[in-house]
């Protein structure tokens, strides 16, 4: 029986129509558009209602909706909060898509992009087969969606996951505050904002020193790293650093089978596992990390939506 499968991230929405089997009966994707608050409720309202009415066009009952959100989905109120989304602090979601369906009796399930995007390796990706492992995010922000023993660790109030807040260096500075020590450093901005900074403090050997400074892009720093740029390979190379010591800290803790890396940073990214992984062996516990694979996502920006589809197909 098909589901309904709903991704909604900071500036779209993807919905798609799957079979029990994880087959793409119909897809569409549409950008947010600056909409906020009840605009985006209704946008995904109005996407589930759509794809209810192919279903009937095809003679398909769907049986239930999963729907992925980019922050927390709280188990208990059954509200999400979003930050990328204006007026997502404590959204009804739940409540909206309950009380807007044209089909009442839909099963509905809600929950994190870092729990779907682990859901979706595991039954389509680079985590199938396995019972431990870890969806390790890398964007504009960085999270993690933990799989232990078969089943998403949320934490006791749904926010287990949230690595971008992992302390990888001493002393703490208030700029940490914000995103956390790890994601201030190694997510997509925060390479950017490593790379103004060191500009700032007088490292100007570097074609960025020559970009606007308002519209560099982590792809820019990328791009400066394949000219050996050096700038670019230090800022490169202290993320490296950062993405290890966040893999031995998630190796030693939960012994993994695998870390699957995604996001947009990886992405161009990919090229350094190997790297990464030698920098991890420094830092974790050396047997369990002689027993974990680091490897990239197989289902690169789909993985949340498919991890909604998986989500809405679980008892």
Known sequence: MPVIALDL???????????DEGD??????????????????????????????????KNLTVSSLGICVPGISHSKTKRVWAPNIPGWDDYHLFDELQNGLENKNLKIKVDSDRACSILGEVWKGSARGCRDAIFLSVGTGIGAGILVDNEVL??????????????LEKPFDKKFIRCGCFEYSASGEGIVR????????????????????????????????ETEDELAVKVINNAIEYWGMAVANLVSI??????????????????????????????????????????????????????????????
Do not use: C
Not at 27 to 44: A, F, N, S
């Open 9 to 19: 991230g900071g500036t779209k929405l993807a919905a798609a129509l799957l079979s």
């Open 24 to 57: 793409i009966i119909f897809t569409e994707t549409q950008p947010l558009q600056k909409r906020e608050g009840h605009e985006v409720g209704d946008l995904v309202l109005q996407h589930a209602n759509e794809l209810l009415a192919k279903a009937k066009e």
């Open 154 to 167: 949320r934490g006791a109030n749904d926010i287990g996951g949230a690595v971008g807040w992992l302390a």
């Open 194 to 225: 490593v790379t103004k900074e060191w500009l700032t403090g007088g490292f100007n050997k570097s074609i960025l020193a020559e970009k606007n400074m308002d519209l560099l892009t982590a792809v820019d720093i990328f791009d400066a790293y």
């Open 254 to 315: 939960f012994n993994p089978e695998k870390i699957i890396f995604g996001g947009g940073v990886f992405g161009p990214a990919l090229r350094f596992l190997d790297a990464i992984y030698e920098e991890a062996r420094k830092w974790a516990q050396p047997i369990s990390m002689l027993q974990v694979t680091l490897q990239g996502s197989a289902l690169g920006s789909q993985a949340g939506l498919y991890g909604a589809g998986y989500l809405a197909l679980k008892d």
